[in-house]
């Protein structure tokens, strides 16, 4: 590859060889948030928000989507050499969520095991290192999740999007995989749009300071640099996914680089699953691969504030119909609903105070 | 081996003693059945009791009693066999004394359950399942015993209220009993009405927490009559042991303990079911008096439950069970119970049981039962002839 | 905290390691250093599948310390499809819907943490099969 080249891609061919959503059972509709807070009347962002029981977390789901994982790329876990996991609410501020899942698939206790963060692509950033961790040989497979339980301050409108869920990916050998990687590239600026500091336990949000200079700066750059450097355009992808903090922005972002809404329409999960944080774009990647057919181009753009955002093109091999049956569709994972009401969501996301 | 009688016998009233402590507790139990005896020294103390040290911080209290009872010097430790921790001493009291090695031995039963509050003593009573592989899977003892009653019920197509009467017979024998915690009859009605605690076990389904001490004064057989024209001969004593796991059992509906215990004691006894006339049996829980009759053969599986229906375990019955208010009522204060269990049949051989009287009996019968079945504590009582 | 005594069954809770007896075939869940039907040492691990059904179940509506959070939950006994019988808690089901003979599956979850700043405990539950 030329110096010049901004194209993050490794000398050896790599690609998805199995991939795993979960999402979990209980819902709350935007509506209960908007009658306890707005007197009922408001403007839902999304129709309804997962929101994880009292005895999941970040590392419980993880291991989830990747037992998933594992049943599509039918490898032997041992021979995963790393196991990452991106995140903003991992169950620990010390001590590995990435270690829980190792052990939990069977991939101890040679491998290596990291935890990620960088707000919402935390988990697409662990993918690219995995690029480069299969890529140069150092390893035949890598594992990369991107998984959230987000929480929003009551009363805050984030509440009616901060969801939970997200997907795990197994990074091979592009003749294993069910959708190669064709490339990547990161656009990343220091940006403060939305943060935490330790020991907070809600973040800070930029408000309107999120928009234009954060996600739509970093992920219409990230998605337009990639296209450029592969020589794509718009119309040579099947599908585009991109983060999805409501439905909005990433219906905006998608037509500014060019894309219809069909395009979008399959990766576009948020107004049933809420903001996945983390797992946001990784999810609707799920969909997508739970649908789409031999040779469909995919463009992917994440978006972490802070901020960055990462970008791939993929595309979807023969392996696809074979191996996406082997675990539950992201569909599955949707249509199986409980709805709860405001007080049952205070307790389960634990919003009480106890004096 | 000698034959072993009871020459003494003493209790405290079963309840809640914020007042006193444990030792003051085992001491006070002591002292009565000691009068009783006639005897102002003894040569050992075993002492039954299952959670001293997890609420009371209290272990080492064979030692500690025996100091507070004026019985330095003498043998003593403590046995532990979770909730037949009381039978357990027994057992160990009548070894003690049967193999020549002892004459005068006193046995005590003592627990202290109050100290703890509410979830706490939940957490402490599950010790006695299998906490690696039960109690952190979030069961209390309760919720082990729940899903041992809702399969008995699928099994046997019994119901809840199937089960009402051996909480109603508890309690209508407790109010006889000066020693009884609860003493005011309960309904029918009133257990199927109450509310669950883990279903299908409801709150008068369980027997409830307690205080309480209860002590017997062992000698050979031989030398009874030096200390009480009263005596009882225990004519058998039996242990036998399952898994400790519900989920281990090779079959979770029968009290193979209980049966193995029972099967012991009848052929040391020289005796069988039908011989028995008072039956103290373990009634933590409803289900564990219908299964303990069935594997104690005074019911067929599966039939143990018709037993309370029929009146056959009243006092006026065939079988009477729980004759001074059995865990139930008279109450669980766990490592003492098993001594309360054998203190009521002598009660009842002696003719001292008051307005709950068997007519006539000449053979008693106590078990007590460890966790969910895993451990079953057998003795035959008979008047001397 | 007991830390190392969970860390020890990591194993058991995770996977569902128990042993199988190379004498007599009998499997066993959790793993034994003796097979408890031949007597014989000769055992083995064995990782069982998680696939299973009730075969008995309790709500539990007072829990015992460190489990207070989750009430009302049920518990219930597995009959595991290679035999054992597993002691566990239910989950994604809601407490009137359960039955025995329900088909039902392992999944990873929280069992209990020790207090907010104490250490999580993961392990196995069991939720019923047939959602997708």
């Known amino acids: 590859m030329s110096e010049d080249s901004l194209l993050l891609r490794p000398d050896r061919e790599v690609g998805i060889v199995g991939y795993g959503a979960y999402v979990p059972r209980y819902r709350l509709p935007a509506s209960e948030v908007a009658r306890v807070w707005k007197e009922g009347q408001d403007a839902l962002p999304v129709e309804e928000k997962a929101v994880p029981g009292l005895d999941e977390d970040v590392a419980t789901m993880s291991i989830e989507a990747a037992r998933n994982a594992l049943k599509r790329a039918g490898i032997e876990p041992r021979l995963i050499r790393a196991v990452w996991v991106g995140s903003e609410s991992h169950p620990y501020a010390v001590k590995p969520t990435s270690t829980i899942v190792a052990e939990a698939i069977g991939a101890t206790p040679h491998t290596q095991a990291a935890d990620w963060e960088f707000a919402c692509k935390a988990g697409t950033e662990a993918i690219q290192a995995a690029m480069g961790f299969v890529g140069s040989g150092m390893a035949r497979y890598a594992l990369c999740i991107g998984m959230d339980s987000s929480q929003g301050r009551p009363g805050d409108d984030l509440e009616y999007t901060t969801g939970a869920g997200g997907a795990a990916y197994v990074i091979g050998p592009k003749e294993q995989s069910l959708a190669y990687i064709e490339g990547s590239y990161s656009y990343v600026t220091d940006t403060p749009d939305f943060f935490r500091r330790p020991g907070q336990h809600y973040p800070q949000h930029g408000h309107r300071f999120t928009g234009e200079p954060a996600y739509f700066k970093h992920v219409l750059t990230a998605g337009q640099r990639l296209m450029d450097e592969l020589g794509y355009k718009a119309e040579n992808y099947t599908y585009a996914v991109f983060h999805q903090p409501n439905a909005k922005f990433p219906l905006k972002a998608g037509q500014a680089l060019g894309f219809s809404k069909d395009q979008m329409k399959a990766g576009l999960l948020v107004s049933v699953t809420g903001n996945t944080y983390a797992g946001s774009s990784m999810l609707g990647l799920t969909n997508i691969l739970d649908q789409a057919a031999p040779g469909d181009r995919v463009l992917l753009v994440s978006f972490g504030s802070g901020a960055g955002s990462d970008a791939f093109s993929l595309v979807v091999t023969d392996l696809i119909e074979e191996r996406r049956k082997r675990a539950p569709l992201t569909q599955d994972y949707i249509a199986r609903k409980k709805y709860i009401d405001y007080g049952l969501y205070v307790r389960f996301k634990k919003k009480l105070e106890m004096h | ?385 | ?132």
């Not at chain 2, 030692?63 to 979770?82: C, H, Q």
């Not at chain 2, 509050?117 to 952190?136: F, K, M, N």
């Not at chain 2, 029918?188 to 309480?212: C, H, Q, T, W, Y």
């Not at chain 3, 989750?70 to 989950?91: D, S």
Request: aromatic share 8%; with cysteine; net charge negative.
């Open chain 3, 1 to 132: 905290m007991d830390m190392p005594r969970h860390w020890r069954l990591k194993d058991q809770r995770y996977n569902l390691v128990g042993t199988e007896c190379l004498s007599c075939g009998a499997k066993q869940f959790p793993p034994r250093p003796v097979c408890p039907d031949c007597h014989s040492k000769e055992v083995q691990p064995l990782t069982f599948s998680g696939q299973g059904e009730v075969y008995s179940y309790s709500t539990v509506f007072q829990a015992p310390l460190g489990y207070e959070e989750f009430i009302p939950y049920t518990v219930a006994l597995v009959k595991l499809k290679e035999g054992p019988l597993v002691t566990a808690q239910l989950t994604d089901v809601d407490n009137d819907e359960v039955r025995i003979g329900m088909k039902i599956e392992m999944v990873t979850r929280k069992l209990r943490e020790y207090g907010e700043d104490g250490v999580i405990v993961y392990g196995y539950k069991f939720r019923p099969i047939g959602w997708y």
């Open chain 2, 1 to 385: 081996m000698r034959d072993v009688s009871i020459i003494g016998i003493g209790q405290t009233k079963v309840g809640e003693h914020w007042e006193k402590s444990l030792r003051e507790l085992a001491v006070e139990s002591l002292q009565v059945a000691m009068a009783d005896a006639g005897i102002e020294e003894a040569d050992a103390l075993y002492v039954g009791n299952m959670l001293g040290g997890e609420f009371a911080k209290q272990e080492h209290l064979g030692t500690l009693i025996a100091d507070f009872a004026g019985l330095r010097g003498a043998e003593a430790f403590r046995v532990e066999a979770a909730c037949c921790s009381g039978a357990a001493a027994l057992r160990q009291g009548y070894l003690a004394v049967a193999s020549g090695l002892h004459d005068i031995v006193v046995v005590t039963g003592v627990e202290k359950m109050t100290d703890a509050l509410g979830c706490i003593t939940a957490a402490g009573l599950a010790l006695a399942a299998d906490g690696d592989y039960e109690a952190s899977q979030g069961l209390s003892l309760v919720a082990v015993h729940a899903l041992l009653m809702r399969r008995y019920m699928y099994e046997y197509g019994a119901a809840n209220a199937d089960f009402a009467m051996f909480a109603v017979n508890a309690h209508r024998n407790a109010v006889g009993n000066p020693h009884a915690m609860f003493r005011q009859p309960i309904s029918r009605d009133a257990f199927e009405k109450a509310r669950m605690v883990a279903d299908p076990i409801n709150l008068l389904d369980s027997a409830p927490v307690a205080d309480g001490a209860a002590t017997v004064v062992l000698c050979p057989a031989g030398r009874a009559r030096e200390f009480n024209e009263q005596s009882i001969r225990v004519t058998a004593s039996a242990v036998a042991t399952d898994s400790v796991a519900l989920h281990d059992r090779r079959d979770p509906l029968f009290l193979e303990s209980a049966y193995l215990s029972a099967q012991r004691a009848y052929r040391q006894a020289g005796v069988g079911p039908a011989d028995i006339d008072v039956f103290e049996l373990h009634d933590a829980f409803t289900i564990m008096s219908a299964l303990s009759l069935e594997a104690c053969g005074f019911a067929r599986r599966g039939e143990g439950f018709k037993l309370a229906q029929n009146g056959d375990i009243s006092l006026e019955g065939p079988i009477p069970i729980c004759t001074m208010g059995g865990l139930k009522a008279r109450g669980n204060p766990v490592g003492a119970t098993g001594v309360y269990q054998v203190v009521e049949v002598v009660e009842q051989l002696r003719g001292q049981a008051g307005p709950n009287q068997v007519k006539g009996p000449r053979l008693g019968m106590a078990q007590n039962i460890g966790g969910s079945g895993a451990t079953a504590i057998t003795h035959i009582l008979a008047v001397p002839n």
